[in-house]
């Protein structure tokens, strides 16, 4: 009875086209790639062709993008502010300029401004080792303390994808998401979506 039920299986398939053994494609992510409809290819070049996007320098990693960083913050280059000594900037009335940020990541004891940022260049981030770390690739001073989630961020888990599920990956990085200077998110009850509350009431 098995036998059978293959066999019938396998003709349905056959006729209709679904074994096709001239297809050129090993797997569904393969065809995805090469299909196309009003020469319109189905990945996330196209979704993305308008995005300043960076290439995540992972081994292993090919084909996975993010956001550039550099272009979204506003008084970047740190360095058109930064010419001079920090008391003199202070002594000029532009101590205001970061009066926004408050350092809730960790203790004062632990973190400083210095701990990511590069003293020694302002244009770009620090690791723990005191090696360069461009702002576009800030996901590299994350890691550092935070592997976990990193590891997850890498392998798909954590984050948001941006695009579609077929190559080139293009994720948010850590500050898409988190504030760097102040990284959790306030708790909240948990609730039914507006739609589903107003059904309810």
């Not at 590299?140 to 077929?166: A, P, T, Y």
């Not at 102040?182 to 909240?188: D, Q």
């Amino acid at each position: 009875m098995v036998k059978l039920s293959t066999l019938l299986l396998g003709c349905v398939l056959f006729i209709t086209g679904a074994c096709d053994v001239s297809d050129r494609h090993h797997d569904v992510y393969a065809k995805l790639q090469h299909s196309s409809v009003d020469s319109t290819s189905y990945n996330s070049y196209n979704l993305l062709q308008h995005d300043r996007l960076v290439s995540v320098e992972e081994e292993g990693y090919s084909d996975f993008f993010v956001h550039e960083r550099k272009g979204s913050i506003s008084n970047y280059k740190c360095s058109g502010c930064h010419e001079v000594e920090l008391a003199e900037l202070k002594t000029k009335g532009n101590d205001l300029t970061h009066a926004d940020i408050r350092l809730f990541h960790s203790s004062l004891d632990v973190l400083s401004c210095f701990t990511c940022h590069n003293p020694d260049n302002l244009d770009e981030l620090r690791s723990t080792s005191g090696k360069s770390i461009d702002f576009d690739q800030s996901y590299k001073l994350c890691s550092q303390c935070h592997s976990s989630q990193f590891s997850d961020w890498r392998g798909g888990s954590h984050g948001k994808r941006i695009g579609g599920w077929v190559a080139p990956r293009v994720s948010k990085t850590c500050v898409e998401c988190h504030n760097p200077h102040s990284p959790g998110f306030e708790s909240r009850m948990p609730t039914y979506p507006a739609h589903i509350q107003k059904k309810r009431s």
